[in-house]
């Protein structure tokens, strides 16, 4: 490249530049435009931070990506480096930006077209310690998840063989008698369980001592049903309580408001597509737990709602209101009340 050149490239990376990164999993579709909405640069590159600070040297460009899996790495390295990073939401940027024809190239693009335009609707980020606790928690969930397959597969090597057997053959003395039967893929199932109830010892132990030093954990662990683990899990779904104006905000996040599809004369409820899917399960899950072992306000609208309309209905308005509670807790930093 000449000397004029060079100058010419400099002059058009001095103006301010918004770019955008289209992220899979080998390949990374980058384009740069100025202020006009022209296409400076664009390339695509492999799954390399290198190789998009090089794509990026010299502009200090307005970046923006869309949430998913592997943003978060190189979120943080642009942020490290001085870019302003923004990360969209995917469901709310196909809403915005419909596309007949869809690429890589037409995704990157409209993008950065949205990012000029400052129509980027932003995704909520958690810091890297809120994003740590989150992977324990969850590592810890995919472990039990996964220890429960095993133990269906054993059971389904037992039935299958008419083995009988009173009782639950996963205690100690129930293990010892799968034992006895030399089952070579009853055996193989139970080394992978004992290897599983080690894995998930160890990551219990990690999440009450990480819980007992978390400021939202600590309050939610008052409530009857919500363990160190439940309570560390729903502290790191919400991360900040302060970015949900309401309860009812915090509760449509949890997935515990349905939301209406209408056509004409009828409307049928349905799952909102951007609930936090782990806290709505995590909720459902203590608010059984609460209403077995309490007398409390939430127990009392429980019964009675569950009398009238079922116990499906009744355990998801229970986990709304206790939902409620956890907001209030949070919010004014007190314990919870059985009178709610």
């Known amino acids: 490249m000449g000397c004029s050149q060079k100058i010419r490239r400099r002059k058009a990376t001095a103006k301010f530049m918004y770019a955008a990164l289209d992220l899979h999993e080998k390949s990374i579709q980058c384009v740069l435009k100025d202020d006009a909405g022209k296409i400076v640069r664009e ?54 930006a419909y596309a007949k024809v869809k690429t890589d190239k037409v995704d990157a693009r409209t993008l950065a ?6 129509m980027i609707p932003e995704s909520y980020v958690p810091d890297e310690k809120t994003r740590e606790v989150r992977d324990l928690v969850r590592r810890r969930h995919h472990l039990v998840e996964t220890r429960t397959a095993f133990k269906s597969k054993v059971q389904a090597e037992v039935a299958k063989r008419w083995v009988k057997h009173e009782g639950d053959v996963f205690t100690k003395e129930g293990r010892d008698f799968l034992r006895s039967l030399h089952i070579d893929a009853v055996d193989d199932y139970l080394d992978a369980i004992e290897f599983l109830d080690g894995k998930i010892g160890e990551l219990d132990r990690k999440v009450k001592e990480v819980a ?60 909102s597509k951007t609930r936090s899917a782990m806290l709505n399960w995590i909720m459902v899950q203590c ?21 009238r309309r079922g116990e499906k209905v009744a355990i998801v308005a229970a986990a709304r209101k206790l939902m409620r509670a956890t907001y209030i807790m949070l919010k004014e930093e007190k314990t919870f009340r059985l009178d709610g």
């Open 43 to 96: 390339s695509k590159v492999p799954k390399d931070e290198e190789r998009i600070l090089e794509f990026l040297d010299g502009t200090h460009a307005s970046v923006v990506m869309e949430s998913g899996y592997n943003h978060q790495h190189i979120s943080d390295v642009l942020k490290e480096k001085g870019y302003d990073v923004k990360v969209a939401h995917p469901l709310m940027v196909k809403a915005i």
């Open 113 to 118: 077209d949205l990012l000029r335009a400052d």
């Open 212 to 271: 007992q030093q978390d400021r939202y954990a600590k309050l939610l662990v008052t409530v009857p049903g919500i363990s160190y683990y439940s309570g560390l899990l729903i502290s790191s779904e919400i991360a900040d309580v302060s970015r949900f104006s309401d309860h009812e905000h915090l509760c449509s996040y949890a997935g515990l408001v349905p939301g209406l599809r209408q056509s004409a004369e009828r409307s049928h409820p349905t799952p």
């Open 287 to 307: 608010t059984r737990v609460h209403v077995r072992s309490c007398d409390s306000s939430i127990t009392r609208f429980y019964t009675e709602l569950a009398m």
